[in-house]
C-alpha cells in the first residue's frame, strides 16, 4: 500500500498577505498539497491562486481538484501548466475534469452538454495535454479538437509533465482516469449537476467498491501505479463518531452506524480517525486524503500520525 499523504483544498483569502500565510501555514502543519477548485463562486482564479502559494513556500505541493476542461482550450492549459510546473520547480499536481456544476455553466453561458459529450471532449483534452505535457508538439484530430504541429513551450520541469489528476464518480470517467492519470480521486457521481439527494445515494460504501473495480479496470496492469484519492466533506475531530453519523445518517438514507463508514466522512478521537482510515486504505486503497480548510488545523495531528506511513 502507498503512504498516506494529506491535502487542503481552500478557496481563497481576504488578502494577498493573507493567502500567502495560509499556503505556509499548510506547509508547516505537514501537508503534503494545497488544493483549489474551478468555480465562478467565491473563490480565487485558480492559477494565480496556485502560483502565488507555490512562491510563498518551498516543499509545499499545489493542485488544481479540478480544471474544468471545458473552459479552457487544452493547448492553453498545457502551456500554464507547465509554466507552473516549471515556476514550482516540480511541484504541480495537474488535477483535470469533465465539469459539472450546472450552476457555473449558466453563470457563464457556456454550454452545458450532456455528459457523454463533456466527457468525451475531456478526454480529448486530457490527451492533448499529455502529449503536448510529454513530447513538446502535438497533432490531434479529433471531434472536439484538431491541433496540426502545436508546440508544447515552455517545457515542464517535471520529466514527462505534472501528475495528472482525475477525479469522478461514473463508471466512464474512472475508466479514463485508469487509463490516463496518475492520481484519482474517487468521488460520487454528480451527473445531476448539482450537491443533492442523487449525490447523498451515490456516497453509500458500496459504490466506491464499484468505483476502484472501474478504475482497475480502465487501468489494467498500471493500477498499482495509481494514488488513489478521496476527498472528504465532513470531518470532525474530537467529536464522538456516533454523534456525526446521526447527524448525516438521514443525508444518506443509512442508518448511524452505516454512516460510519462512509468515505466522505471522519469523526471521532485522532486515534480513532487514524484506525478509521487505516482501514479505508486496506479496503479502498485511498492513500491521499484531502480536507478542507476550516478542519486543517484540528486535523493536523492526523496529519502528523500518518503522512508518510
Not at 8 to 22: C, E, F, I, N, S
Not at 55 to 78: C, I, K, M, Q, W
Not at 102 to 114: F, L, M, R, V
Request: with cysteine; proline share 6%; net charge negative.
Amino acid at each position: 500500500m502507498r503512504p498516506f499523504r494529506f491535502a487542503v483544498q481552500v478557496d481563497g483569502a481576504p488578502t494577498g498577505k493573507a493567502w500567502r500565510d495560509l499556503a505556509r501555514k499548510t506547509e508547516d502543519l505537514g501537508y503534503s498539497t494545497l488544493f483549489v477548485p474551478d468555480h465562478f463562486g467565491d473563490q480565487w482564479a485558480p492559477i494565480v491562486a496556485l502560483t502565488v502559494a507555490a512562491e510563498a513556500t518551498t516543499t509545499l505541493r499545489v493542485g488544481s481538484l479540478v480544471f474544468d476542461n471545458d473552459y479552457r482550450h487544452p493547448l492553453v492549459l498545457a502551456k500554464e501548466l507547465a509554466s507552473l510546473d516549471l515556476a514550482s520547480e516540480g511541484r504541480l499536481e495537474a488535477g483535470i475534469g469533465a465539469g459539472w456544476m450546472k450552476s457555473d455553466y449558466d453563470e457563464s453561458g457556456i454550454a452545458y452538454d450532456p455528459p457523454a459529450t463533456r466527457v468525451q471532449r475531456f478526454e480529448e483534452g486530457v490527451q492533448v495535454i499529455k502529449e503536448l505535457l510529454a513530447e513538446g508538439s502535438c497533432t490531434f484530430k479529433g471531434k472536439h479538437y484538431q491541433l496540426s504541429g502545436a508546440q508544447g513551450h515552455p517545457r515542464p520541469h517535471t520529466p514527462g509533465g505534472p501528475p495528472i489528476l482525475i477525479g469522478g464518480g461514473s463508471r466512464r470517467v474512472l475508466g479514463i482516469a485508469g487509463r490516463h492519470a496518475d492520481i484519482v480521486g474517487i468521488n460520487p457521481n454528480l451527473a445531476a449537476g448539482y450537491v443533492g439527494a442523487e449525490t447523498a445515494a451515490e456516497s453509500v460504501p458500496a459504490k466506491f467498491d464499484q468505483r476502484v473495480a472501474w478504475v482497475r479496470d480502465g487501468a489494467g496492469e498500471r493500477f498499482d501505479q495509481l494514488e488513489l484519492q478521496c476527498l472528504t466533506f465532513f470531518v470532525q475531530v474530537g467529536v464522538e463518531p456516533k454523534e456525526m453519523a446521526a447527524n448525516i445518517a438521514p443525508m444518506f438514507g443509512l442508518d448511524p452506524e452505516e454512516a460510519l463508514d462512509i468515505p466522505l466522512a471522519l469523526a471521532g478521537s485522532v486515534d480513532f480517525i487514524c484506525e478509521t482510515l487505516e482501514a479505508r486504505r486496506q479496503r479502498w486503497g485511498f492513500n491521499y486524503v484531502v480536507v478542507h480548510q476550516p478542519e486543517m488545523e484540528a486535523f493536523a495531528e492526523v496529519v502528523s500520525r500518518l503522512a508518510g506511513r
